[in-house]
């Protein structure tokens, strides 16, 4: 659960900036990548920036040393500003358009992932200047967000598909998997690194070229509801596994969520109120058009609460818009609340503003950032 705000601070910053509004703080920020660090000590991580793209959280990011994950020419431009270094930044969509290709390059990241013979071919061109991941399926039915339906190759096409690149000339440095958003448990990261060293061997045995990184990709989730374990436990499988691979494997992970879902809560108000079927109903000024859009993409439930004392029943909070769709919670227990209380939701860092829209021509909530770091002698040097 977030802690980094009391509820004297919550109401002080509402009555400052207004609501809807979303509080980020960089020090949450600094400590998961502290907890992260700790419980995988051999990995380097580049942050998956479409889970929060915002440059408080790139800055942080960059000052503490981690890379990038890049998913579109869009997200380039972002970190861009940063002046990050190129060298410490990865293109992860396995699908891409040719300008995509060549934006990135542009900016200096050579390193792209891909998972069949279609876009291997769109390298051929670039062959000189690209080292390409391998992105391997691993279906996953303890994962919230299952990526693997989407993405990656079969274990069993990969041999082939290394080879076929092979013959066209392209330098594949290494495999990638991405188990799923939000797993609840690391069994299918230890399989899959399992798998992955398995295949690494067999193909370096005669390649001439050796694979010689795995990425991990991300799935290490956060504890939305008081049932996770907490990080250090989550990936001691992994730890264990990664011992099967040989010390000269380079192995980089692509976190999202977990940098940066407790880094963030989401302060609205209620606007308006009814009673419909015998239950109250409370209209809040930020919904799943905004803020909490991962109620629907993400499939995230987050905990909320109110700041108001009293008996709770059961009660449903409904987004601004004017959609059905728009419901934050259809049964939550709440006191009876007032017009103008304030309703805070926690863990709202990770796709919750990167997914919102302004449908209805309503606003996006305002972003109020806590404990920045802005001096610039702060920015951690990267190999
Ligand atoms: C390619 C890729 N890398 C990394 C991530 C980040 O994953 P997570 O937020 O589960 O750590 C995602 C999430 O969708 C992804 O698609």
New binding site residues.
Partial sequence: MTTFLGDEEIRRLAAEHGTPLLVLDCETVRRQVRLLRAALPKVDFYY?V??LPHPAVLRTMQQQGVGF?L?SSGEIEQVRRFYVNPRNTIH??PIKKRNDIRDSLRFGCTTF?VDNRDELSKFVEFRHRVGLLLRVSFPNPDAT?D?SRK?GCAPAETLDLLRVARQLGLHVKGLSF?V????RTASMHAHAVHECARIIREYNRDGDTPLSTLDI????PVDYCGTMPDIDAFCAPIREALTSLGGDIHVIA?????LVAPAAISITSVMGKARRCDRPWYYLDDGVYGAYSGRIFDHANYPIRSLRPGPAVSSVLAGPTCDSIDIVHDDIALPALEIGDLVIGEMMG??TISTSTEFNSLERCRVVVLHEDLTSDSVAHIA
């Fill in positions: 998956a479409k889970a994950d998913a992860t969509h992932v967000v990526l993405f991405h799923g958003s939000q797993s990709g991300g799935g290490f692509e976190p999202g969520r977990y990770a796709y």
